[in-house]
């Protein structure tokens, strides 16, 4: 994708998009409620795009910049934008609160592993190849990035509330 400058946007949700994508007026209104005021909080940029082209030339979700503290997001993506949203956002917090960011990572990977079903091995090959590194927390965090929203259901909520307060609560902002 094309440099943009960003110095002059505000924290918060700027639209640079031509189009809502795949997303209802109502989804769009949502997400730009919700990532409006966690920018604003955390001084974070989120900006909607028409696409995003990866360093490897295929379409993109979306990108973290963290040279320029930005969350570009695609609202042509095949994938949901909050989806998206969360997994930038992820990678935002492991470069800006890396405590947190490696705690709940912890969490999200011994939870994947913990579950028979999910094949914990298969996809660190998977994007080791992707990615073309064996960096293990570079793997660690995308495998965690990617599966925010598969893992957190209310048994895992109740479970962060109850046994990681600290989890919960970073979760929960």
């Not at 293990?136 to 109850?162: G, H, P, Q, R, V």
Request: without cysteine; charged residues 30%.
């Amino acid at each position: 994708m094309s440099k943009l400058d960003v110095n002059n946007l505000s924290y918060g949700v700027t639209n640079m998009s031509t189009t809502r994508g795949g997303q209802s007026k109502t989804d769009m209104e949502v997400i730009n409620r919700t990532l409006d005021a966690y920018g604003r909080k955390n001084n974070i940029k989120y900006v909607f795009v028409d696409s995003i082209k990866s360093p490897n030339g295929k379409n993109a979700s979306g990108i973290y910049s963290a040279e320029d503290n930005v969350v570009y997001l695609s609202v042509n993506s095949k994938n949901p934008l909050s989806v998206a949203a969360g997994h930038e956002t992820f990678h935002y917090m492991k470069r800006n609160n890396s405590k947190a960011g490696r705690e709940l990572q912890e969490y999200i990977i011994n939870k994947l592993k913990a579950d028979k079903s999910y094949d914990y091995d298969a996809r660190v090959k998977e994007l080791s190849e992707l990615y073309g590194t064996d960096d293990a927390d570079a793997i660690n965090e995308e495998i965690a990035a990617n599966s925010m929203f598969d893992i957190f259901d209310d048994a895992t909520i109740k479970d962060l509330a109850k046994n990681h307060k600290k989890l919960f609560d970073i979760v929960k902002e």
